[in-house]
């Protein structure tokens, strides 16, 4: 994925490439790395088949919104470059959440607040946002009873996470579990987010008092509590 082409086209340039992803783009390397995992066939169409001799597919179910599908249409255009036939359905956010709830989304795009991570939020767990592995927290949450028991990998996130709840942030103890969350997640990467420390504009009324003119401005939109007008 073209990182820096995503945000040249959802916000102008003014933003940065995620520092826990790789930055090198290289469609050359990644078609390597396709071949070597059994993507090394392809049909009359130039598409990569797999194993099974049929045509690989990713597909991806976006939510009708320029917010995801502009960035969607982009990480499209990057895979099938490499051969990776994308078949991309936009829809409705109400019909989106359906497929969602019923566990038959393949991949699909939406927020992920990781620069708050670990402690402000846990959206990195497989049962927030597009909740991309139901059944392996159905089966953590009902200690094995339901859902799919999950490969080792993602127990280790679970053992992760229940050390950070435990853990005061100050602390070295606290530091140490942070850390061993960014390490679990640059090996297996679940997620990639996209962009960090983009720009959003917000415009305010001249005489609104208390707003903060630095720090991460989304948070404006939910403390409108802390803020006054003057007179």
Not at 85 to 98: A, D, F, H, I, R
Not at 171 to 192: H, N, R
Request: aromatic share 12%.
């Amino acid at each position: 994925i073209n990182f820096a082409e995503i945000l040249e086209v959802m916000y102008l340039g003014l933003g940065s490439r995620n520092p826990w992803l790789p930055g090198e783009y290289d469609p050359v390397k990644a078609g390597e790395y396709f071949d070597q995992v059994g993507l090394d066939k392809k049909d009359a169409d130039g598409w990569r088949l797999g194993p099974d001799g049929k045509r690989f597919e990713f597909t991806f179910d976006i939510r009708l919104d320029p917010m995801w599908v502009r960035p969607a249409e982009v990480i499209k255009s990057h895979l099938e470059e490499v051969g990776i036939y994308v078949p991309m359905k936009s829809m409705e956010g109400t019909l989106w959440n359906q497929i969602r709830d019923a566990n038959e989304l393949k991949a699909s795009i939406d927020w992920l607040d990781d620069c708050n991570w670990p402690f402000l939020t846990q959206d990195y767990m497989p049962d927030s946002r597009i909740q991309w592995a139901q059944l392996w927290m159905r089966w953590k949450n009902t200690k094995g009873a339901e859902g799919e028991e999950p490969p080792a990998w993602i127990q280790e996130l679970f053992e992760i996470d229940a050390e950070l709840s435990k853990v005061n942030p100050n602390t070295d103890t606290g530091q140490a579990a942070q850390a061993e969350l960014m390490t679990w997640y640059e090996t297996y990467v679940p997620m990639l987010p996209l962009a960090r420390d983009v720009k959003d504009p917000l415009i305010v009324p001249a005489n609104l008092g208390n707003l903060a003119h630095g720090g991460r401005s989304s948070a404006v939109w939910f403390s409108q509590i802390q803020v006054f007008f003057k007179k």
